[in-house]
Nanobody
């Protein structure tokens, strides 16, 4: 069965960096776009970043553009989110998601499997 397992979250100060990882299994990883979303308490899940099946195309939310970088390693079935210059408003549970097509997508409905999430907390 499809499994997505996130890791790398934690508590950091504003301005710090974190690298999130997502280990995928149970499907042909290299055939699908992947995405990262986040959800803060009391808010809807929101798009953060997405990457195409081969990594040649990426999308970012305006709020993270220039600070976050999504990447993937198809040989290892891994997708990553490098987060730099973290801000308190980046605090949320971060979810890895499997897309339903090769292209990156920005909407929740374009993803069919989700990880359980990893908490990121940024203190001011």
């Amino acid at each position: 069965q499809v499994q997505l397992v996130e890791s790398g979250g934690g508590l950091v100060q504003a301005g710090a960096s974190l690298r999130l990882s997502c280990a995928a299994s149970g499907f042909t990883f290299s055939r699908y776009g992947m995405g990262w979303f986040r959800q803060a308490p009391g808010k809807e899940r929101e798009f953060v970043a997405a990457i195409s099946w081969r990594g040649g195309s990426t999308y970012y939310a305006d709020s993270v553009k220039g600070r976050f970088t999504i990447s993937r390693d198809n040989a290892k079935n891994m997708v990553y989110l490098q987060m730099n210059s973290l801000k308190p408003e980046d605090s949320a549970v971060y979810y890895c998601a499997k897309g339903t097509q090769i292209s990156p997508a920005t909407v929740v409905g374009a993803y069919d499997y989700w990880g359980q999430g990893t908490q990121v907390t940024v203190s001011s």
